[in-house]
């Protein structure tokens, strides 16, 4: 059975003292109601529903999965009720904005929220999960009267949303999109065609689903300039959002997927559905792509989610069942055999799950004071340098945080041994389940290509440059000519990640100079310069959580033990993670015709 406790402790830890979120809200008098208090009191009672009610239901849900039965879509047993819970406890409108229902509490308080339902049960989360894309779609690009039609009820949670973009023929590339939108003479639009791989596309939590969806107007451009973004109820609504007919928007089927079986993925087949166009004609996908980034921050979580809940469970595991000596000598001679936390390979895997939830829930945490700015934003200068900041940290926390979910998991199924691939334990689930992590809202290929081919060469490098002179102000802050204990104490990291950033920028600019030549090398190093960036940036962030560890040891004498863990998973991660940087850097650097030279004829003599 699997276990789970929030880490609220971890969380207050990077909330109050490492990112300082009290003082970046004290900026907005909009947030003024995020006091300590109110958010301790958040966090508390969201750990007691995630683990309560929501924990119970996770391996549950995966063996039940969801059903089909001609066209509806029924969850796992106690799906609807804990929902039910959820909605009436107001989670769902928590960090939504006031005027239509919301509390108007800061997005990034929601990225906390998010974190521990996620870890509990990410299946169920995905069902209000998939609700934000198509509220922030509405919040930013709906008409007053769509806002007010739509939002109150996505806002409490009595309609959940869906994001439509996948047809059969096309994921990635959603130029190729065929569904089609016929105007009417009323001002609709007829839905024609047919979306795959929705998730929470047909389900019984709600009496309606608000989809958007991506189509074609008459005469469209081809490709990716001709796409329009519609809003397509499951169930008419009136003026006054009364529920009317059935529209003619049917669930065709659901996905028998590897992984989150209590999620609904749907076929959805419309057919001369009425819907009605959001933002400007042929500008679908960049009206998405305007908080595309948002959407990829938060399946970055589920990295750090599966992470976390792989890490909970492989530490008792590993405290508890025994198995030989330590080579050390016996530890615990009264028992049979020590407990297999003694060994030291077993130590690197626990060691490699914590370092990778706590660094990455710190890369998460500070990418959400980042959303804050821009959704706080009062001017659109103000709006798009945050954005610019968000554009080219998201695609490095999506892709590697999903990565590094998947090697977590995998470690801790590893460290329960063969038990680790039954199901009663949970751990081979959470392996099936983070998988689908690093494919959808955009493969890691795609955010690779994403971050080196448009964030860092197309703007030659300038939030590269930004974000690396802000690790070199703190390393200068932090360094060695300082006589203040602490800084002296942070040299380890400081030298490691100082020299890390400056080789950084170096092999960018080498890759610069020989993408003009040959731009086969964007495709070829664009992955392993993605991993290659993440653990410095994760590096940064470790080295952050050592200095406050540090002064947090002469100050809060209750937790000492915290801090000092703390700095003792920072070593770890400097010494045995870090170092990937340097496999990572000889790869990307390597000749692509070793990727392309070999004939596709001769890829297979079969
Ligand atoms: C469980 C699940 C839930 C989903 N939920 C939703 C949802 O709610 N809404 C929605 O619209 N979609 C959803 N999707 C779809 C998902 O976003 C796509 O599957 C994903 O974006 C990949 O697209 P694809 O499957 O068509 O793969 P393809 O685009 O066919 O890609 C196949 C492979 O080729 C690579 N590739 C493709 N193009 C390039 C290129 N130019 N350069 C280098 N490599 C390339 C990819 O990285 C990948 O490895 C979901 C999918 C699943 C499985």
Same mark, same amino acid.
């Given at each position: ?64 999965? =969801?059903?089909? %039965?001609? *066209?509806? @879509?029924? +969850?796992?047993?106690?799906?609807? &009720? ?6 009436? /406890? ?79 023929? =096309?994921?990635t %590339?959603? *130029?190729? @999109?065929? +569904?089609?939108?016929?105007?009417? &003479? ?6 024609? /065609? ?84 959001? *933002? ?16 990829r921050?938060?399946t970055a979580?589920?990295g ?87 554009g080219f940290i998201t695609p490095i926390l999506k892709a590697f945080l999903t990565e590094l ?32 992590a690093t494919l959808?809202e955009g493969t890691t290929g795609i955010q690779a290509l994403d971050l080196l081919g448009r964030k860092i060469l197309l ?5 590269l ?39 950084w920028?170096?092999y960018t600019?080498?890759l610069?100079?020989?993408a003009?030549?040959?731009r086969d090398i964007v495709g070829s190093a664009s992955v392993d310069y993605l991993m290659y960036s993440g653990y410095i940036m ?46 990572l850097a000889?790869t990307m650097m390597a000749?692509p015709?070793?990727l ?11």
């Open positions: 059975m699997l276990q789970y406790k929030a880490p609220v402790m971890d969380m207050k830890f990077l909330i109050e003292d490492v990112f300082k979120y009290y003082k970046h809200y004290e900026k907005y008098p909009e947030f003024a109601e995020a006091t300590p208090d109110l958010v301790d009191a958040i966090l508390q009672e969201c750990a007691k529903f995630c683990e309560n009610e929501l924990l119970p239901l996770n391996q549950s849900g995966d063996k039940e999965g =969801c059903k089909f %039965d001609n *066209g509806v @879509v029924t +969850t796992p047993t106690g799906f609807k &009720a804990a929902y039910n819970k959820y909605v009436e /406890g107001g989670w769902q409108s928590l960090s939504h904005p006031v005027e239509h229902g919301g509390q108007g509490l800061p997005p990034s308080l929601g990225m906390a929220k998010q974190e521990m339902m996620g870890t509990a049960n990410w299946s169920w989360a995905m069902y209000p999960g998939l609700s934000h894309g198509a509220m922030n779609t509405i919040q930013s690009h709906g008409t007053e009267a769509q806002k007010e039609l739509y939002l109150t009820r996505l806002t409490e949670g009595t309609w959940t949303g869906t994001m439509c973009l996948t047809e059969p023929q =096309c994921g %590339d959603l *130029g190729q @999109v065929k +569904t089609k939108a016929i105007p009417n &003479a009323d001002g609709t639009y007829d839905i024609m /065609g047919t979306k795959i791989f929705i998730s929470a596309g047909e389900h019984d939590l709600t009496e309606n689903i608000i989809h958007i969806v991506l189509a074609r107007l008459p005469g469209a451009p081809e490709g990716t300039r001709g796409i329009s973004l519609f809003i397509v109820p499951k169930v008419q609504v009136d003026q006054q959002g009364n529920l009317g007919e059935s529209n003619k928007v049917t669930c065709g089927a659901i996905e028998d997927k590897m992984g989150i079986k209590a999620s609904s993925t749907a076929v959805l087949n419309f057919d001369n559905a009425k819907g009605v166009l959001i *933002g400007p004609e042929n500008k679908g996908l960049e009206c998405m792509f305007t908080f595309m980034n948002t959407a921050v938060g979580l589920q750090v989610c599966a992470s976390e809940l792989a890490y909970q469970n492989s530490l008792l595991y590993a405290k508890d069942r025994l198995s030989m000596r330590a080579l050390t000598g016996k530890k615990f001679p009264d028992k049979v055999a020590d407990p297999i936390i003694v060994h030291p390979d077993v130590r690197k895997m626990l060691m490699t799950q914590k370092a990778i939830s706590e660094g990455g829930r710190a890369m998460v945490y500070y990418t959400a004071k980042i959303v804050d700015e821009i959704e706080m934003a009062k001017t659109e200068e103000a709006r798009k340098e945050a954005d610019d900041r968000l979910g998947c090697e977590s998991a995998s470690q801790g199924m590893q460290v329960f041994g063969g038990h680790g691939y039954i199901k009663e334990w949970g751990m081979e689930q959470i392996v099936r389940d983070v998988r689908i959808y703007t030659r490098g300038k939030a440059n930004k974000f690396s002179k802000e690790v070199l102000l703190f390393c200068k802050d932090k360094s060695m000519i300082s006589k203040n204990p602490h800084k002296r104490q942070m040299n380890k990291f400081i030298w490691a990640l100082s020299k890390n950033v400056a080789n920028q170096q600019m080498r610069a100079l020989r003009k030549k040959d994760m590096g940064y962030f470790w080295a952050q959580m050592a200095q406050t560890a540090y002064e947090k040891l002469a100050t809060d004498l209750e937790n000492r033990d915290f801090y000092r863990a703390k700095i003792k998973t920072a070593e770890f991660y400097f010494e045995r993670l870090l170092p990937r940087t340097k496999s000889k000749d015709k070793t392309m030279q070999l004939d596709e004829d001769l890829l297979s003599f079969l």
